[in-house]
């Protein structure tokens, strides 16, 4: 199956500072998502971004299909930002693979 | 239009008992995912529907656990004989899928604690 690699696993920031979160996967996908799951252990959509450049706010990704790697960048970071986010992907129909995230941690 | 719903959201149980989880897709998905998740680690597929038709199965789904969705509407997943190990969030995902391609949509879990 689909292996899937986050980096880095733990991020601490201070509030206002940029960040970029990455996934590398191992083979071609067909669906690649950003998830960011909140304390109470729900996963909220951030991307859906098989290929190409997204930008939603202070938020923005993009994935590189032919390399196999997708990057999330998060600029001006707020302590609302913490908590853990995932990559998922998957080839076909069926399932996505997720990796085991980065835990992002943004002091005040 | 409501999102993804699952219930109960917390369950706590002995060991060899039975549990019985319910998610209610996003109404005009036509697939629907089980995973589980357990601390520290990223959510594992276990098994999904493209309409009441069951496609694929992981290995993590022993034969204590059955998933089903009759009529294509709403999904339930049973864990038979619990065990410890069965400790995890339980989360559902429903999706619109073209040939293939989707984007999933979680439901807020499950949280299962066996003692």
């Known amino acids: 199956g689909i292996q899937v690699e986050q980096s880095p696993p733990d991020l601490i920031l201070q509030e206002g500072a940029n960040s970029t979160l990455r996934c590398n996967f191992s083979?071609?996908?067909?669906?690649l998502q950003w998830f960011h799951q909140n304390p109470w252990g729900q996963l909220i959509n951030l991307f859906y971004?098989?290929?190409g450049t997204k930008q939603n706010g202070r938020l923005s990704a993009t994935t590189v299909a032919t390399e196999r790697y997708s990057l999330l960048y998060i600029s001006s970071s707020q302590t609302t930002d913490s908590g853990v986010y995932f990559c998922?992907?998957?080839?076909?129909?069926?399932?996505?693979?997720f990796g085991d995230g980065t835990t992002l941690t943004v002091k005040p | 239009d409501t999102g993804v719903s699952q219930d109960p959201r917390h369950k706590i149980t002995k060991r060899g008992q039975n549990v019985t989880f319910r998610c209610d897709p996003i109404?005009?998905?036509?697939?629907l995912y089980w995973y589980r998740q357990t601390l520290g680690q990223g959510p594992e597929f276990l098994t999904y529907?493209?309409?009441?038709?069951?496609?694929?199965k992981s290995r993590l789904l022993s034969d204590r656990f059955s998933a089903e969705r009759p009529k294509g509407s709403f999904s339930t997943l049973e864990i038979q004989r619990t065990e410890q190990g069965d400790s995890a969030m339980y989360l559902c995902?429903?999706?619109?899928?073209?040939?293939?391609?989707?984007?999933?949509?979680f439901g807020e879990g499950s949280r299962l604690t066996v003692l």
């Open positions: 995902a429903s999706s619109f899928q073209g040939l293939f391609t989707g984007e999933l949509f």
């Open positions: 083979d071609s996908v067909n669906n």
């Open positions: 971004i098989p290929s």
């Open positions: 998922a992907v998957g080839r076909g129909a069926g399932k996505s693979t």
């Open positions: 109404s005009e998905h036509n697939r």
């Open positions: 529907f493209q309409n009441e038709a069951q496609l694929e």
